[in-house]
């Protein structure tokens, strides 16, 4: 019988399919004013002690601010949920529907980003969300990984809308976002259940138009990321 593991070593070793381009895949290295370099890869089993440390270590800042959980914070951060979700995100990825991402930093897991909701056709746009762990905040991070994400979703998967969304109580993320060039577009009443509680947010997008070069060519431009 197959277990969980044997399952997502094997969806591990996918090609990436000309059917849902942009999976999976690791994107460039870039490098921070700081001197780290980040980069965006596939989420991996083998992620979870850190993914689970760090998360535990970050839940005033995380909980706040992500969708509701079941039950407490620890048991939310188990191996079986860790797997579970795992699993549900790449089978997601292997349909073209979502792409589970890390955040490293020189090479260790520091953060998670999601671009989901995958929509082609007539749409061809997803959202993107994102957590980095309070050890590398106020390093650009957060905007290196989003704009990798961004070049990643219009250059090989070939999207052409993002959007994403922040609690108007959370600036910070706003910042980062607006930084990488997203556009306000309005208040959603309402929209995500947070932290138990259903909470407006701001969102912003963006559209493949809207950069002459690329969002990474945008923050080194700004001095966010070096040449």
């Known amino acids: 019988m197959n277990t969980v593991r044997d399952v ?3 969806l591990v070793t996918l090609q990436e399919s000309p059917e849902h381009p942009g999976w999976p895949a690791r994107t460039s290295q870039v490098l921070l004013g700081c001197g780290a370099h980040v980069q965006l890869r596939p989420l991996a089993a083998k992620d979870y002690p850190r993914w689970r440390d760090l998360r535990l270590e970050d839940e005033k800042l995380i909980r706040p601010v992500e969708p509701t959980v079941e039950g407490t914070w620890r048991a939310a951060h188990s ?7 795992l699993l549900t995100q790449r089978r997601l990825a292997a ?13 260790a897991f520091a953060g998670q980003l999601t671009l ?5 056709g007539t749409s061809m ?10 050890r590398v905040t106020g390093q650009g991070v957060a905007q290196a990984a989003v704009a990798l994400a961004v070049d990643h979703a219009f250059d090989r998967v070939g999207l052409h809308r993002i959007t994403a969304t922040y609690l108007p109580n959370n600036p910070a993320s706003g910042r980062v976002l607006h930084a990488v060039g997203f556009r306000h577009e309005g208040l959603l009443r309402r929209s995500l259940h947070i932290d138990g509680h259903w909470l407006d947010h701001v969102q912003v997008s963006l559209v493949d138009d809207d950069y002459a070069t690329s969002a990474v060519a945008r923050l080194q431009r700004r001095g966010t990321l070096r040449y």
């Open 8 to 10: 997502l070593r094997r």
């Open 79 to 85: 191996r079986s949920a860790y797997n579970h979700q």
């Open 95 to 107: 349909m073209g529907a979502l792409l589970p991402l890390a955040i490293d930093v020189d090479g």
């Open 116 to 120: 989901g909701g995958i929509e082609r």
């Open 125 to 134: 746009s997803c959202w993107i969300g994102y957590w980095v762990s309070s």
